[in-house]
């Protein structure tokens, strides 16, 4: 029987690994015949910026406590629970937060994953997503240890209004400097995450779709979620996708592409004149739910099987008190098993919550994007 707490008990761990018969895992399939494929980890619920978005300053205040530094998973505890995350079937792991970057020593664990290799024998794909405030500084030796790509988030290239949504302050042209430092070192195709909030920072479409054009780096945007209770979000502040692809082929035409793989969050368009790509992520008015592969676990090692979801496994208990990588594997298994999550397929097409208000939502800056 599956379990659902947080609690995994130690009986059902120990019931024996999932292996096919030539003694490897088999891959997982959830109740939706979804197979597991991705895997975000958050290394830190810290930010350095107060995205109004995402962290708003009335909540993550000074008052505000953040996980202790000891209930963090060590870059070891990463290192095995990726490991077994991969003879699942995980192919992709993106590192997140929180500011990713602020973690010490990152460099070190990217080196552990990138000896990981893929139930087909393949390198793991490593992605990143960062503010980018640090990143000119750091571009070069993520690259060095391993990283394959990174995604940018960035809401605007007006300095006023960058430093309004980010709330401490931040310019603009620092991040620039560590967009173009991580194309030059080949953490490419880098892409650009642009979160767009109605009357907030849309009139920023056009300028950045100028921008990006013909750089060789993929602008994508990401339609304002409900995620977390911090952020206020209401309906009358997201503007569906369609709409933003509208305003482009204004000035852009546009043509749509294929998606390159199952479960891609985007979909992707090309400039009509050959210059580039572009991506939108619809996940309120076109929800993706169906091939939805990603798992997350959190800083302090908690599994969610959705962004939505309002429990977290504790994995972290189980790798502080298993040596082996069997009973971790066998209770990934059993979480995955039983996984249904499909919340932004239930949300009510305008907008309407499908969580009752007294189930826990998780941030955004806890989980990671
Ligand atoms: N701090 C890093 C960053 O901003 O890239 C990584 C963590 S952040 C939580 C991951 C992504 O989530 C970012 O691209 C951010 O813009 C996005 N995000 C945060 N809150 C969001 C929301 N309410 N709706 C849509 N995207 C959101
Ligand atoms: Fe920090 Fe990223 Fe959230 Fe902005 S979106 S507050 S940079 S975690
Ligand atoms: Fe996946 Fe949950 Fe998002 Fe649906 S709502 S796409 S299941 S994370």
């Known amino acids: 029987m599956l379990d659902t707490s947080n609690h995994i008990p130690l009986r059902d761990v120990l019931a024996g690994p999932a292996l096919n018969e030539f003694g490897s895992f088999k891959p997982l399939i959830d109740r939706l015949r979804r197979p597991l494929r991705d895997l975000r980890i958050s290394v830190t619920d810290r930010c350095n910026f107060r995205c109004v978005y995402c962290m708003p300053r009335e909540v993550f205040g000074k008052d505000h406590v953040f996980l202790a530094r000891d209930s963090l998973l060590s870059f070891e505890e990463i290192e095995r629970l990726a490991r077994v995350f991969v003879s699942h079937g995980v192919e992709k792991i993106r590192l997140t937060g929180g500011e990713p970057l602020l973690r010490k020593n990152l460099e070190f664990l990217i080196e552990r994953l990138a000896t990981l290799r893929t139930l087909d024998g393949k390198a793991l794909d490593i992605a990143l997503t960062t503010n980018g405030s640090l990143l000119a500084r750091k571009a070069q030796s993520l690259r060095d240890a391993g990283l394959s790509r990174v995604t940018v988030s960035l ?38 995450n642009m979160v767009v909030k109605l009357g907030t920072n849309d009139q920023e479409i056009l300028p950045m779709a100028r921008f990006f054009k013909s750089s060789g780096m993929v602008l994508r945007f990401i339609e304002y979620m409900d995620v977390g209770v911090s952020n206020g979000w209401q309906m009358s502040e997201v503007l569906p996708s369609e709409q933003v692809i509208a305003r482009l082929n204004h000035e852009f035409p546009l043509l749509p592409l294929d998606a390159t793989a199952q479960g891609e969050t985007a979909q992707r368009w090309k400039y009509a004149d050959g210059t580039g790509e572009l991506g939108v992520i619809s996940s ?73 208000t007294d189930q826990p939502r998780i941030e955004m800056s806890y989980v990671g994007g």
Not at 319 to 344: C, F, M, T
């Open 155 to 192: 809401d605007a290239l007006d300095d006023h209004l960058f430093r309004r949504m980010n709330d401490v302050d931040h310019r603009v042209a620092d991040v620039l400097r560590g967009i173009e430092k991580a194309h030059a070192v080949g953490l490419a195709p880098v892409k650009i």
């Open 284 to 356: 309120v008015t076109r929800a993706f739910c169906s091939t939805c592969t990603r798992a997350r676990l959190s800083a302090e090692g908690k599994f969610y099987l959705c962004l939505f979801g309002s429990q977290g496994h504790d994995l972290r208990r189980l790798v502080r008190i298993n040596p082996q990588e069997l009973p971790l594997a066998d209770a990934i298994a059993q979480i995955w098993h039983g996984r249904k999550d499909r919340y932004s397929e239930l949300r009510g097409s305008d907008g309407a919550s499908v969580l009752t």
